[in-house]
């Protein structure tokens, strides 16, 4: 059994100031591009969002992880790719044990499997399951997965699991943490995030400030985004502006946030702003 294991074949890690998931890196960026640019880039990022993943559908690609800010469309990207073309894949949220990811990675093991992570950072702060994942997104030939432990690992109906299995599906890792700035600031864990790189195609959507962010929310709103909504155009440019005038100040700059201020538009049309200004600012 693998050192600081326990027999549920998890390692418990102690929170630290080296732990990945204390460490959110900020990085104040200046950038001379335009607005056009900006859009550009962004959408050529989102772009290459859904060709890869069409490339890991068709097994093209056995590893993807897209890096890259909450609340703007990276998970939307993916499963809109999905949902057209209909792969055997599940997507995992959330906490992962290495004994829930061993399980998983066994079930969508076949080729043309696809096993997304989406927000399962968790997995980063566990050496036990980074070395699965390595094993899983590896450019070898075959990719064998072993637990090599005196626990017993048995799958839903009660059968037992193989202590090694070939893995034929592949991987797609969404995640907010931007791996090329955690290994340059030498974190516990840049190995692991270099040794993913190397194994996986890795694609930053290049958002790093506040204007690109803002960038991004104009475009999808301009999209269609809030079309359910039944708000109407200045309404809509309304809201848009508001998250703009107060972007210093917003407890977030997302997609979601603007889902929020739509709700308080919709349902307090005269007091919007000064509730927006209470609930979703700083």
Partial sequence: MPRGVPKAGFRKTRKSKASVQNVRVVRQVVSNETDAQIRAKLDERFSALELMTECAV????????????AGLGKSFGVTKVLDERQPFHTVVRGYVRATGLYKTLYEYRAPGSVVVFDDADS???????????KAACDTTKRRVLSWLTESKMEDEEGER???????????????????????????????????LISRSMYLDMAMKTNRDYMIRIKQVV???M??????GKSNENAIVAFIEKNQDR???????????IAALVKSHPTKWESLARIVCCK
């Fill in 58 to 69: 068709n097994g093209d690609a056995k590893a993807v992880v897209i890096s890259g800010p």
């Fill in 226 to 231: 809030l079309e359910e909504h039944k708000l």
């Fill in 250 to 260: 917003m407890r977030e700059l997302s997609l979601r946030m603007v889902v929020k």
């Fill in 222 to 224: 301009e999209q269609g």
């Fill in 161 to 195: 699991l193989p202590r090694s299995f070939e893995f034929e599906g592949t991987v797609i890792f969404i995640t907010n943490y931007d791996f090329d700035q955690l290994i340059e600031r030498g974190s516990r864990l840049a190995p692991h995030f270099q040794a």
């Fill in 123 to 133: 997995i980063f702060a566990d050496d036990v399951s980074l070395n699965l994942l």
